[in-house]
């Protein structure tokens, strides 16, 4: 799987900040996660190794917190992973 880096998530995807932080798009629950959301914006944070990695949709192993984003997942990145 191929590892993309935060900053260029983060220009592509444009990760939300659900409570007005800048820097904290963390969600700790799935509570948290506005109804009606579709799940192509939706990421989650996992620990992988001692690292933190971001994969699409909703992860249940390893499962460290979510993001949402206001671009859904692309085509071209099914197969990436992303280093938070």
């Known amino acids: 799987m191929r ?3 935060w900053r260029v998530f983060e220009r592509r995807y444009s990760p939300i900040y659900p409570r007005g932080e ?3 798009c963390l969600i700790q629950t799935r ?3 506005p109804e009606g959301t579709p799940d192509s914006k ?3 944070v996992v620990d992988c190794d001692g690292k933190l ?3 699409p949709g909703y992860a ?3 499962w460290f ?3 949402i984003t206001l671009n859904p997942l692309s085509e071209r990145d ?3 992973e992303w280093i938070y």
């Open 60 to 62: 249940m192993v390893n």
């Open 3 to 5: 590892a993309g880096t």
């Open 22 to 24: 800048d820097d904290n």
């Open 42 to 44: 939706v990421w989650s």
């Open 31 to 33: 509570d948290g996660i």
């Open 65 to 67: 917190a979510y993001i």
């Open 53 to 55: 990695i971001i994969v």
């Open 78 to 80: 099914q197969d990436r």
